[in-house]
């Protein structure tokens, strides 16, 4: 009866065309299907000769590196990181150097050392399993996004390392046989390298290290990757349906302009332009925000438009104005989260470490430069100092006033993020019924901010693909600042991204008076412990660091209920004070923050037992 209920709950929640995909690709994979449609030897194919490419005018961004023409801005961090990469260095997740060596295979995992087999199909690979360890670790050097770092540092030192960047493509092409391997499993994956690659190879163009017969190599790897991302296309759209999708689809948008000399290119191009307009349409919501209720992915939702909108302008083949009106309204919501001081955002939602394209020196938690790219393009103007390399100044299709930071309260009511800015502190609460898949069992958390400090915080990701305690702790309730239930998540988990019962808003008020902004909400979750209502009121006083919030529990039955606070290790430098009136107690708990994808360090959290009601204060001096 249970399986039956969840399984009512997984149709209701995914809804049907998601379940029958599902069951239809499984049966496909099990009868080998997915192997006769890509095959592992495939003949090669050939179209244009390197002389032919390069005497072909160029839809990418800029045609070479003779044609980039903006400010040269050499800088220690650009060097040091240069320097790193040569000596056989990749930093993985915008974090972690590791030393890989110059002979690495692509094939092996160098957190666990697992080495896959490069001769298996890649529909056989599973990516979830824990003896291997995450298969991210995998991806990661194969994204080529380091060289874009080393691309960068050649154009501001005014240095050449297309020697090193060839034999690194060369290598790939050697280690990963067509449709053989992991970095073959993941279509977005392939959408990546495909896309880190035209950055190359249009810098490089003129190369003497590009020789005819690696291109006639490169050639016809691009090829196969564009077959594989289209005739794989609709497991992104149906069974996926996040950034993966926009991805894939941008990459089949853009083929056509990349390679018209390929004959499928048009179709292609014509069907992704297609799916990439419908999903835009669907992933961004009414109010800016963006599917998957992570800030870091619609970060990579903003990095995915500039580059699709920049290069489709210059093709004069531009997106419909429905794209662009989307993108003003999502880079208008992420904007309004920025912490001036630094250009951080909250570490709220899934965060995978992804930063596809590193156009920049800015740290990797500071969104500003990948927002000033597309403010420019859509506005005309920057909206902060800087911004990234390689986007050279076009005027937009459609002109867009520009953004201000707004200060007070901010509302995003369709998809329930209420954020309240102050001079010098920050407070975000989510409050919101799922329309799509959530990420993490975290409705009614609350973000508190000081002067670009995260006092208040979210615990963050850590890996997708971990030990079964830290994957339930990071995606679950008891790594947010809300209310636990006999140690219950909020939702009842599923599969690795799969959660039932997906807890939903039922009331929500907000108002300002001359002392206070005032927040109450009402939520319904905990569905599998019967049902249980969690109201959440919160005071934020505008002329003094004070929070005041009252939490009230609503259920059918008496449960031993938490109001969970994590804080930074330091956050008695800053004074900070939580006090509450829960007369049955409270612990410290263990916690973990992970700031950066694969790395967790341990922070504060007081944990305040209660009944029905509890009032806390939470105070910075």
């Not at 009866?1 to 069951?23: C, D, H, P, S």
């Not at 800030?295 to 580059?307: A, D, E, K, T």
């Not at 929070?547 to 606070?565: R, V």
Request: glycine share 4%; proline share 3%; hydrophobic share 35%.
């Amino acid at each position: 009866m249970k399986r039956l209920t969840l399984a009512f709950e997984l149709v209701k929640n995914m809804g049907f065309r998601y379940v029958l995909y599902r069951i239809w690709f499984f049966s496909q994979k099990k009868a080998g299907v997915l192997k006769y449609v890509h095959p592992t030897k495939p003949k090669s194919l050939f179209y244009i000769s390197l002389d032919q490419w390069r005497n072909t005018p160029s839809h990418f961004l800029f045609e070479n590196r003779k044609a980039l023409h903006f400010k040269r801005k050499p800088s220690f961090i650009l060097k040091e990181k240069a320097e790193r990469i040569l000596n056989g260095e990749i930093q993985y997740f915008s974090n972690e150097w590791i030393p890989l060596g110059n002979e690495y295979n692509w094939i092996t995992n160098p957190d666990t050392h697992y080495e896959y087999n490069n001769a298996q199909h890649w529909s056989e690979i599973n990516d979830f399993n824990t003896a291997q360890g995450d298969i991210k670790y995998v991806w990661e050097k194969s994204r080529f996004s380091y060289l874009i770092t080393l691309m960068r540092y050649d154009y501001h030192f005014d240095e050449d390392h297309s020697e090193f960047v060839f034999k690194e493509i060369d290598s790939w092409i050697q280690w990963n046989s067509i449709n053989q391997g992991p970095n073959w499993k993941c279509s977005q994956e392939i959408s990546l390298r495909l896309f880190n690659w035209m950055y190359l190879l249009n810098f490089y163009k003129d190369s003497i290290y590009l020789t005819p017969e690696l291109w006639a190599k490169i050639q016809n790897v691009l090829y196969w990757q564009l077959h594989h991302i289209y005739h794989h296309i609709h497991f992104s759209r149906i069974a996926v349906r996040n950034n993966h999708a926009l991805t894939e689809t941008l990459a089949l948008s853009l083929s056509e302009l990349f390679f018209p000399f390929i004959p499928e290119a048009k179709k292609w191009s014509k069907r992704g332009r297609k799916y990439f307009e419908q999903e835009i349409d669907y992933q961004i919501y009414a109010d800016g925000a963006f599917i998957q209720h992570s800030m870091n992915y619609h970060r990579v939702l903003i990095q995915l438009l500039s580059f699709g909108l920049h290069i489709t302008q210059k093709a004069q083949k531009p997106f419909s104005k429905k794209v662009y009106n989307k993108a003003y309204q999502s880079l208008n919501f992420l904007i309004q989260f920025v912490q001036k001081e630094n250009g951080y955002l909250p570490n709220y939602g899934a965060n995978d470490g992804a930063w596809f394209f590193p156009l920049s020196d800015s740290e990797y938690r500071d969104y500003r430069p990948q927002l000033n790219s597309l403010h420019t393009l859509l506005t005309g103007s920057p909206i902060f100092g800087e911004q990234e390399d390689f986007f050279e100044r076009q005027e937009s299709r459609y002109s867009y006033p520009r953004i201000k930071i707004q200060m007070g309260m901010v509302v995003f009511e369709s998809s329930g993020y209420y954020l309240f800015r102050k001079e010098h502190s920050f407070t975000f609460i989510k409050c919101g019924s799922y329309r799509d898949r959530p990420s993490h069992a975290d409705n009614l958390h609350v973000d508190i901010w000081c002067k670009g400090v995260n006092i208040i915080r979210d615990s963050g990701s850590y890996k997708y693909n971990t030990d079964e305690r830290s994957f339930k702790y990071f995606f679950g309730t008891l790594s947010h600042n809300t209310v636990i239930v006999d140690n219950h998540d909020q939702m009842l988990k599923g599969g690795r991204f799969i959660w039932y019962y997906w807890s939903k808003a039922l009331v929500v008020k907000t108002k300002e008076t001359e002392e206070a902004f005032i927040f109450e909400g009402t939520i319904k979750a905990f569905q599998q412990l019967g049902g249980i209502h969690h109201k959440r009121r919160l005071v934020i006083y505008k002329n003094k660091n004070l929070w005041e919030i009252k939490d009230a529990i609503i259920a059918p039955k008496n449960h031993k209920t938490h109001q969970l606070w994590h804080s930074l290790p330091d956050a008695d430098l800053c004074e900070l004070e939580i006090q509450s009136d829960s007369s049955l107690g409270k612990e410290y708990l263990q916690s973990y923050y992970s700031s950066f994808y694969g790395s967790k360090e341990l922070q504060n959290c007081i944990a305040f037992e209660f009944k029905n009601k509890i009032k806390t204060r939470i105070s910075l001096k």
